[in-house]
């Protein structure tokens, strides 16, 4: 389900640009609770909200957002295979992810896939407003705390120091792994061969230090791939 709304011709002050925002999330309260964050900014405006990627590239066809505030897992289209058709298809668009998944697995991965910024959705509400401006204008955004947990690597958290020598490919094939998917149906839903996939795995098993898929599961579980 989408929601559409036609924004009217403004009488805008030249030297104050609105940001226009578009927001694809499935939880239609997530989406609520978005807007009426982000429309106690004078400087955003909501163009509207979409609960599947099909319905985001529909809408994406009428309206171009500066901003689009992406849960990492709508449905259809993860969010890592979006972001490389939004690089794609609409390379204007700055990309925030805003999602319920670990920042420290996924931060780096989104980023890497063509992503301006990651917010956690257990983060303070303020950080969203100040994130859509710093992604409008060309920055990049990650939290503080999370800008310093990629830079120390403490050693509780040895599984993410592995973790951030993965590639964006290893981690989306380590998920679907984690989630109980076979060879095939990672190789079907990633577009990849059953060779190309058992490929990964070896790499995947290298990588983290393992030579077992049980072993390999438990490192998905301790990197929150669950």
Do not use: C, W
């Not at 900014?41 to 529909?58: H, P, R, Y």
């Not at 171009?64 to 390379?91: F, Q, S």
């Not at 896939?113 to 969203?128: F, P, Q, T, V």
């Not at 020598?165 to 998917?181: F, I, N, Q």
């Amino acid at each position: 389900m989408s929601v559409f709304r036609d924004v009217p011709s403004l009488e805008i002050d030249k030297q104050t640009k609105m940001i226009n925002v578009l927001i694809a999330d499935n939880h239609p309260v997530v989406r609520l609770g978005i807007k009426q964050v982000l429309e106690n900014d004078g400087d955003i405006q909501v163009l509207g909200d979409v609960g599947t990627t099909t319905a985001l590239f529909q809408m994406l066809s009428k309206a171009t957002p500066d901003v689009l505030i992406l849960e990492m897992d709508i449905p259809e289209i993860n969010g890592i295979a979006t972001l490389r058709k939004m690089k794609d298809e609409y390379p204007e668009v700055q990309v925030l992810i805003y999602s319920g998944q670990s920042e420290d697995v996924y931060a780096l991965s989104t980023i890497r896939a063509g992503a301006r910024g990651y917010l956690s959705k257990s983060a303070e509400l303020s950080y969203l407003a100040d994130a859509v401006h710093k992604v409008s204008d060309g920055g990049m955004f990650i939290t503080n705390e999370l800008a310093q947990r990629l830079a120390f690597d403490e050693g509780t958290q040895k599984p993410r120091r592995f973790f951030r020598k993965l590639s964006t490919r290893e981690v989306e094939v380590l998920k679907m792994l984690a989630s109980g998917k076979r060879n095939k149906e990672v190789a079907l839903g990633l577009n990849l061969n059953e060779k190309t996939v058992s490929t990964y795995k070896a790499r995947l098993m290298k990588k983290l230090n393992v030579d077992n898929m049980v072993d390999l599961l438990q490192q998905a579980k301790a990197l929150e791939l669950y």
